[in-house]
């Protein structure tokens, strides 16, 4: 069983670009959540998704930013005109539909705005 | 609101020593804790979490850790370091409360230093 595929895992943009992140959970994993890591500091929630509905957006930046996990496909974190501040390491997590399980983490993409 | 304070950012032992590292939650409801390991430019492993019953949980790699609620305290051990432990540590909360263990609050983690 793959774990959590995310690609690209390196992925350099200039300012004022779009970047598209995405995660592929593990199979029959149906919750999708990411997460943020600037340079220095843990891991910040943003988004905690499930198939076609966003359940908590409650970490996200109110503007640039927004996530889907559609039925079919991986989950796309989106990031409009990027910025220097967008640099960071932004990591998936998925779990399965049942209560009370923990997320699994894939190895996360680094972006880079140059 | 949930907050994890990790104490020490930077932890450095001998191998063999007695690994330590700290963790103090702050949470509304019973917590759900989870310690993490993080390699360099790899995602995040789990190690081992603690949710309800037994307060000392034993992990992968020989790590335990101990609820105790009157601390508000899930420090993670290890009694004997060993080089591959060298790495960064998260401590994290769920804000389950029922829902889903994937919300997590993290700390600021823990870079532990393993010298020969």
């Known amino acids: 069983n793959a774990g959590v595929m995310q690609n690209p895992r390196h992925l350099v943009r200039r300012r004022g670009q779009e970047a598209r992140l995405r995660c592929s959970p593990m199979?029959?994993?149906?919750?999708v959540y990411w997460y943020r890591q600037l340079p220095e500091e843990g891991l910040k929630f943003m988004v905690y998704l499930q198939k076609e509905n966003i359940i908590d957006e409650s970490g996200m930046p109110k503007e640039r930013f927004s996530a889907e996990f559609p039925k079919e496909g991986p989950s796309i974190l989106r990031i409009q005109q990027v910025v220097r501040g967008d640099s960071a390491a932004y990591f998936c997590?998925?779990?399965?539909?049942?209560?009370?399980?923990?997320?699994?983490f894939g190895q996360g993409t680094r972006l880079t705005v140059v | 609101a949930q907050s994890v304070t990790q104490l020490g950012s930077h932890v450095s032992v001998s191998e063999g020593a007695l690994v330590l590292l700290r963790c103090n939650y702050s949470s509304s409801v019973p917590p759900y804790l989870f310690w993490y390991v993080q390699y360099p430019n790899q995602g995040l492993q789990l190690l081992l979490k603690y949710t309800t019953g037994a307060t000392l949980v034993k992990g992968i790699n020989g790590f335990e850790a101990e609820f105790k609620k009157s601390e508000t305290s899930f420090h993670l051990t290890k009694p004997s370091a060993h080089m591959s432990d060298a790495a960064e540590y998260f401590c994290?909360?769920?804000?389950?409360?029922?829902?889903?263990?994937?919300?997590?609050?993290f700390g600021q983690g823990t870079i532990l230093t393993v010298h020969p």
């Open positions: 994290a909360v769920s804000d389950a409360g029922g829902t889903s263990y994937g919300k997590l609050t």
């Open positions: 199979k029959g994993h149906s919750h």
């Open positions: 997590a998925s779990s399965p539909p049942s209560m009370n399980t923990e997320a699994f």
